[in-house]
């Protein structure tokens, strides 16, 4: 049994004592079903994350002040889902009715002002409208830069957000050297394995490809596979993203036998989970 399912099995037994004990509108009933959401939301089962979320919002609805920061987090929370789904309507939505409560209630420096102009930003990267990304990541990244010391994750996350927007926008040394930044930082403060070292290698891997450096590429994609393997659960969605990227650089690399197993592997992941629609897509697209 992995950390994930050990813990959805304690939050459930928690839970269902709750439930029979409590009244249906108690906070801590709440705060259970959040637990059991960000579980959900880390093993990558978004639709069981969003039942439970929503379970903990119609509570706080009902029982907090309209500007109370727990309803802020719980719009965080699903907006959340709704980004990892692909929804960036909804998630932008929801993160926009988070931030507005924070904006209310925090000091302009605190880090939740911080994390909730992240998640914006990253919406608008997925969204493809980058000067906006880059706008919302840079207002998060000065408030860390001002709080946080400097080998904190969170900011090497900052650099980490910053760096692939310049990535996406095409300025590949810019890139990487947020990137590098950022690596530095999770090198020095994270074990080998840890899932959030994964990220860097991920966008050096897109960088290299995009520079049609394959080699570096592909061995900046395994590294990240390798971490993923070994920290998320196999039918994880950021799995399968990774072997469809190394699918890919095989294929550019003219290596179609192997470019064609790992496409498969990634479809394998995909069909069992409720991944990005764009990404089943490409997968598809990928195998013919």
Avoid at 51 to 57: D, H, V
Avoid at 99 to 111: A, D, F
Avoid at 122 to 133: L, P
Wanted: glycine share 4%; aromatic share 14%; net charge neutral.
């Amino acid at each position: 049994m992995d950390d994930h399912s050990k813990a959805l099995e304690f939050y459930e037994k928690a839970y269902k004592i709750c439930e029979k004990t409590l009244p249906p509108n108690y906070p801590g009933l709440a705060t259970s079903y959040n637990s059991i959401g960000k579980v959900y939301n880390n093993m990558g089962d978004y639709s069981k994350a969003l039942e439970f979320y929503e379970k903990a919002l119609k509570i706080y609805e009902k029982v907090l002040p309209s500007n109370h920061p727990d309803l802020a987090t719980s719009y965080n929370n699903i907006g959340k889902v709704y980004n990892n789904m692909g929804d960036y309507s909804k998630a932008l939505e929801f993160y926009e009715k988070s931030h507005k409560i924070y904006e209310k209630v925090l000091l302009s420096n605190h880090s939740y002002l911080a994390t909730s102009y992240n998640n914006i930003g990253q919406v608008y990267n997925n969204m493809g409208d980058y000067s906006k990304a880059l706008e919302f990541y840079e207002k998060s990244h000065k408030i860390y830069e001002e709080v946080l010391p400097s080998n904190h994750t969170d900011l090497a996350t900052s650099y980490n957000n910053i760096g692939q927007v310049y990535n996406n926008m095409g300025d590949y040394s810019k890139a990487l050297e947020y990137l590098k930044k950022a690596h530095q930082i999770f090198e020095s403060a994270l074990s080998p394995n840890h899932p959030l070292l994964a990220f860097p290698y991920k966008w050096f891997g897109k960088i290299y490809r995009s520079m049609k450096d394959y080699s570096k590429a592909l061995d900046n994609f395994e590294k990240c596979l390798s971490i993923r393997q070994k920290a998320l659960p196999d039918n994880h969605p950021d799995r399968a993203t990774i072997c469809s990227d190394i699918g890919d650089v095989h294929r550019l690399m003219g290596n179609y036998e192997k470019a064609l197993a790992f496409h498969q592997k990634a479809l394998n992941i995909q069909e069992n989970v409720q991944c990005k629609p764009l990404e089943c897509a490409m997968t598809y697209i990928n195998l013919g």
